[in-house]
């Protein structure tokens, strides 16, 4: 059926896979929130949020991007560009992903729905940041590390420094390797006047700030570690990230930058199932 063709490229377009990258953070703030394993009803219901939060925002950006990823070699066959599918088409599924996050929100609790629209009108705003400032990159990590920070209101309805700490851990993280990632689109984006941190100082300064973005998210890590009284489990967890970060960096340079993907979606896929995992179980055993 066309309505099955048409979602399965979708999915693919806006990469809903790639909803691993914020989830784990989610789902880990929910279980320090709840001191132990949450209510399986408030999981389902966070999951519901993230998923329809992230489908309309990367829907979205799509729309946006369309007429720039037709013209950047390395996106024109993207599927709207390459007319797989219509405009039409991802206009709806943006509404209907929007209206699954705001309604999961409504079924946490009244606080987490009336923060659901203002969250959303920042995930969608994210698509023009490129085009009025080099620090977009963090305005990204500010709509993953929204995650973490919701999942917290969802089962306690309030904000400590826990929540906070975690949305600034995914921030940097998220900023650090998109800086990576938009290495890739320097010239092009001198040509569109688009901006970025790698476009405004150079790839050699920008892997540095990403860099040192990594290494500031290790810090914050580190004190979460001692906020939370977490053991040995989670300190291992935590020095891996490390390890995957170091790894990440070593894979990238300024005079080749044919093993972003692999730095990008290979290393970063594994951090945030990692510390999920180990300061999870760390809390749960």
Known sequence: MKLWS???????????????????????????????????????????????????????????????????????????????????????????????????????????????????????????????????HLFLGLCLGLAPLGAWIAIRGDVKLTPVLLCLIVLLWTAGFDIIYACQDVEFDRRQNLYSIPRRFGVRAALKVSSGFHLLMLVLLIGLFFLEGLRWMSFLGISTVGGLLWYEHRLVRPNDLSKVNAAFFTVNSYISVLLLLAIGLDKLI
């Not at 953070?25 to 966070?46: D, E, H, N, Q, Y």
């Not at 037709?70 to 219509?86: C, D, I, K």
């Not at 946490?108 to 080099?134: A, G």
Request: proline share 5%.
């Open 6 to 136: 048409n979602l399965r490229t979708t999915l693919e377009m806006i990469k809903f896979e790639h909803t691993l990258f914020a989830l784990p953070f989610a789902l880990l703030s929910a279980l320090l929130a709840s001191g132990g394993f949450p209510k399986v009803s408030k999981l389902f219901w966070i999951i519901m949020a993230m998923v329809g939060a992230r489908s309309a925002a990367m829907a979205f950006n799509r729309i946006a991007d369309w007429r720039i990823d037709s013209e950047n070699p390395r996106t024109r066959m993207r599927a709207l560009p390459a007319g797989h599918l219509s405009l039409a088409f991802a206009a709806c599924f943006t509404v209907v992903s929007s209206l699954l996050f705001v309604t999961a929100a409504y079924q946490l609790n009244p606080l987490c729905l009336w923060l659901s629209f203002p969250v959303l009108f920042i995930l969608l705003f994210y698509s023009y940041t490129k085009r009025v400032t080099s620090y977009t």
